[in-house]
């Protein structure tokens, strides 16, 4: 894997090749999660892409101070946050029910059981979409994503003992959410 | 480092640390929450594990909330294209060509990254060097994969300029990035006659006026060409479907139009069993169910799409792993109908077929036995595919009723008799009226491969007499295999129809193919492997329809229903009489079936325990106007 720091200083050289190998590396990550944070695949998409572009056209202010995909997700935070002012409104749960069964899906398995993750994934995104912007931003960075509570402080510029708590009580809310789910999973 | 000081995600309206903190138990939890995530110190793990080794509650807790977080990892990810990386270097060309940092109204988050960066920029132009975005000058190349960055401001006027008459242009000659199946064919009398500014979607959906607009907005901003390989363009719809966009709308519309589609005027040449001559296509226009060529009339094509929406249900039972097999892929091929492998946007289409009924509307769900209308009835206990009915609070559009009526009995029935853990397989065939008519005529002659047809609507459904072939109901019952094929249904011997089971491939249909035929070649080039459908088997130039297929197993708690829906209904409501619960009395009927069924009784039953059922909807899409 090369170095995010090399892609960059290949990048600010004039290789724009391997930005895109920066993209690349971090498309499907970033999409993942932009996508479970607005609830809207579609819009997310858009949102991926303003920020990679965003990254590009300011890639020589990046400091280097975080990591380049820090960097990164916040700017595609930010263009969420603002994308959602325009858009409103985003999240419904009707919407994400109707999303049932229709996005890609990572993996192989026969086909009942990605239709049983798909519905899953179902009744994951409509409880996400019934938490807070704030809860479901830092539920999405660590369970879904997998970021450490530094990363997802610098993310979403909040200090470390917010993520924390504030995790805490994503969880919380999340888990009555879905309190279903898991008593199916574990009666 | 602060990318965004001017724009900070909004503050928490959650109680922080401290007052939190203040509840013990909270405060204990949240401990465990961080435990969980190994972003305690030292000292606080080791309280946590004192706490845990103490309190079963807390194990109880930590426990939740690993099942929370397995939960979660259990979600499918969302996923881009491949290409998507040379889009956005497209579209950072573009940006830096515009000269726009700011763009597509992300106006406040280009300040707000500018926030951070404004430290670097004003060292930037104190040193007179160019940043990467600030288009003090330059250019974008293209030697090879990447760009270079060289000074030439004039050329990137020029360019930004043709770029933004190219997209006017676009716009205003109404260039339209086709929907995933909308078909291209000439402008037909019916165009327009929807009436209004509501055209439809692929599907015959209604799709508001405005999201036309995002639409190309939203193309043109993913810089999608206007033509590009069909393939792409499946990968490409299965992301923009999931929230349903192309066939956003009012669902509430009757599934079948073909009375419209009936009365079209314009069609293109049969693709006949004979094959003869098929209808011109090429690579760049690759189907009738591709994107609009240049210069093609948006609006005429959402009036077409619209008037194609049609819907033929076609119940079959069929050879065993007939969608497997070679023959049956020749068969669409050799009316030039692509068979793909199944995918989501085939899912979601046919959540979109099986209609709401009674109020209730299809959702995918997980397959369960409850169905459940609140009437106490029963009827949709039978889960295909893991599809149920889930109530819903909505009323339904009395104009769609008999219509989706229709459909959901057709479906009802083809689903009855489907003994437990037995499968069913569905394709999903798009292709114009003449091909779907072909391919049925085929069907009927291959009596060794469909021992049972029903195609419905049946021909009094009003929406369904512009069909000609396709345009009656009609049930090739063969004689269903005796009992001793029933005991023994895995046998390949014993499993009818034999013959074309163990014919070589393309065998079958040998008879039928035009030796000189694109078809006949491809169905030499048939994988090895029965089972990989022939995807790629036909040349995107010669492919004027598409085969999706879905192959799966029905639900084990799939209850048998030997007798037709009228005789049903009395019994249930002979049980409600009776005081009874009708789930109950279904139940018990469904066992007593059952054990007919193994027996070898029942009306189809040792047939069915031999071969398989097959739902094949056919849904008639444009010809590609050849």
Redesign the interface.
């Known amino acids: 894997m090369v170095d995010d720091n090399r892609l960059i200083d290949e990048t600010?050289a004039?290789?724009?090749?391997?930005?895109?190998?920066l993209?690349?590396k971090y498309?499907?990550r970033l999409?993942?999660t932009i996508?479970?944070v607005i609830g809207?695949?579609?819009d997310?998409?858009?949102v991926?892409?303003?920020a990679?572009?965003?990254a590009?056209?300011?890639?020589?202010?990046?400091?280097r101070?975080?990591a380049f995909y820090t960097?990164l997700y916040?700017?595609a935070?930010?263009?969420a946050?603002?994308?959602k002012r325009?858009r409103k409104p985003t999240l419904s749960v009707e919407?994400q029910?109707?999303?049932?069964?229709?996005?890609?899906?990572?993996?192989g398995g026969?086909?009942?059981e990605?239709?049983?993750?798909?519905?899953?994934?179902?009744q994951?995104?409509a409880a996400l979409a019934k938490l807070?912007?704030?809860?479901r931003?830092v539920?999405v960075l660590?369970?879904?994503d997998g970021h450490?509570?530094d990363a997802i402080a610098?993310i979403?510029?909040?200090p470390v003992?917010?993520v924390?708590?504030?995790?805490?009580?994503a969880?919380?809310r999340?888990?009555e959410e879905?309190k279903q789910?898991?008593q199916l999973?574990?009666p | 480092m602060n990318p965004i000081p001017d724009d900070p995600i909004p503050d928490d309206p959650i109680p922080d640390d401290d007052a939190v903190r203040g509840d013990g138990a909270i405060r204990e939890e949240e401990l465990l929450s961080a435990y969980l995530d190994g972003e305690l110190p030292a000292d606080e793990r080791g309280r946590v594990e004192r706490l845990l080794a103490e309190q079963p509650e807390s194990r109880q807790w930590l426990d939740e909330l690993r099942s929370l977080r397995s939960t979660l990892e259990g979600v499918p990810r969302y996923r881009l294209e491949n290409d998507f990386a040379e889009r956005v270097l497209r579209a950072a060309e573009r940006t830096m060509l515009s000269g726009e940092v700011a763009f597509s109204g992300e106006a406040a988050l280009s300040a707000k990254v500018e926030g951070d960066a404004s430290e670097a920029n004003g060292r930037s132009r104190e040193a007179g060097k160019p940043a990467p975005g600030s288009l003090s000058g330059g250019v974008w190349s293209s030697p090879g994969a990447g760009w270079s960055w060289r000074r030439a401001r004039r050329p990137l006027v020029c360019a930004g300029l043709s770029l933004a008459a190219g997209l006017l242009i676009m716009l205003t000659q109404g260039h339209w990035p086709a929907g995933p199946h909308g078909g291209r064919r000439p402008a037909g009398p019916r165009a327009g006659q929807r009436g209004g500014n509501r055209p439809a979607g692929p599907h015959g959906r209604e799709v508001a006026v405005a999201p036309r607009n995002a639409e190309i907005g939203a193309a043109t901003r993913h810089d999608k060409p206007l033509q590009e390989s069909s393939e792409r363009d499946r990968v490409e719809l299965s992301l923009e479907s999931m929230d349903g966009k192309p066939t956003n709308g009012n669902a509430d519309r009757p599934l079948g139009n073909a009375a419209r589609r009936g009365r079209q005027s314009n069609k293109a040449p049969p693709p006949t069993s004979s094959l003869g001559s098929p209808p011109p296509a090429t690579a760049s226009q690759p189907t009738g169910l591709g994107r609009l060529a240049d210069g093609e009339d948006s609006d005429k094509r959402l009036a077409e799409v619209a008037a194609a929406d049609d819907t033929l249900l076609v119940v079959c039972d069929v050879a065993s792993n007939l969608v497997d097999r070679p023959e049956f892929q020749q068969l669409l091929a050799k009316h030039h109908i692509l068979l793909e492998p199944a995918s989501v946007e085939l899912l979601r289409r046919f959540k979109e077929l099986t209609p709401p009924s009674r109020g209730e509307d299809l959702a995918l769900s997980k397959s369960e036995k409850k169905i459940s209308a609140e009437d106490g009835t029963a009827e949709n206990d039978g889960d295909l595919m893991f599809y149920r009915l889930r109530r819903r609070q909505r009323d339904v559009d009395a104009a769609r009723g008999e219509n989706r009526k229709a459909a959901v009995d057709a479906l009802d029935d083809a689903l009855d008799g489907i003994p437990d853990g037995g499968e069913v397989e569905g394709v999903l065939v798009e292709a114009t009226e003449e091909q779907l008519e072909a391919v049925v005529a085929d069907f009927e002659r291959h009596s060794e491969l469909f021992l049972s047809l029903a195609v419905d609507p049946a021909p009094d459904v009003p929406e369904q007499q512009g069909l000609t072939a396709c345009n009656r109901t009609r049930t090739i019952v063969k004689p269903p295999a005796g009992p001793a094929s029933a005991a023994k249904p895995d046998s390949p011997a014993q499993q009818a129809p034999p013959a074309p089971a163990e014919a070589p491939k393309g065998a079958a249909l040998k008879d039928d193919v035009d030796d000189t035929s694109e078809p006949k070649d491809r169905a030499a080039a048939t994988p090895a492997d029965d089972r990989e459908p022939a995807k790629g088997a036909v040349p995107r130039s010669e492919v004027h329809g598409r085969a999706m297929r879905l192959s799966t197993r029905a639900s084990d708690k799939f209850k048998l229903r030997e007798e037709p829906r009228e005789d049903e209904d009395v019994k249930r409501e002979s049980a409600r009489k009776a005081g009874a619960k009708p789930v109950d009395a279904l139940n018990a009927e469904a066992s007593r079936d059952k054990k007919k069924v193994a027996e070898g009784g029942g009306q189809f039953g040792a047939a069915r325990q031999a071969q398989r059922r097959a739902i094949l909807i056919f849904r008639c899409v444009a010809p590609d106007g050849g």
């Not at chain 1, 004039?14 to 190998?21: I, K, L, R, V, Y």
């Not at chain 1, 029910?97 to 993996?107: A, I, M």
């Not at chain 1, 807070?132 to 809860?135: A, C, D, G, T, W």
């Open positions: 600010l004039g290789n724009s090749a391997a930005f895109g190998d993209v690349r498309q499907d999409y993942n996508a479970h809207s695949p579609e997310a998409r858009d991926v892409q303003d990679f572009v965003q590009f056209v300011k890639l020589e202010t990046f400091q101070t975080s960097w916040r700017i935070f930010n263009a946050i603002s994308g325009r919407r029910r109707e999303q049932c069964g229709e996005e890609p899906v990572d993996g026969a086909p009942g990605r239709l049983e993750q798909q519905e899953l994934a179902a994951v995104r807070s912007e704030e809860h931003a539920i660590r369970e879904m450490d509570y610098g979403l510029d909040l003992g917010t924390r708590s504030r995790l805490h009580r969880r919380l999340l888990r879905l789910v898991l999973d574990h």
